[in-house]
């Protein structure tokens, strides 16, 4: 049971970590052309980071299931840094 439980908490983490960094990606967007807009960068940068660890961490334990979630998450993440960087 424990190991189960284990792998439900990582899982929760790196969703809620992938959902900061969907969240910090709005917020980027809104300040397109404003001031903020550095500032909304540099912390969307570091949710996508946070969220990649989280996403790492519960990728050693998932279920089959939860792997397949995941890894849609990291490329997700991915496609998201890769339109910025355009």
Not at 1 to 25: E, I, L
Not at 27 to 35: D, E, N, P, V
């Amino acid at each position: 049971m424990p190991y189960h439980k284990d792998k439900q908490q990582a899982f929760q983490a790196a969703q809620q970590g992938y959902t900061q960094a969907v969240n910090a990606n709005e917020q980027r967007i809104t300040s397109i052309g404003k001031a903020d807009y550095g500032k909304e960068l540099a912390h969307l940068t570091q949710e996508v980071n946070e969220a990649y660890v989280q996403i790492d961490k519960a990728l050693e334990v998932a279920s089959e299931h939860q792997y397949e979630q995941l890894k849609q998450y990291q490329q997700d993440l991915q496609s998201l840094m890769d339109d910025i960087s355009q």
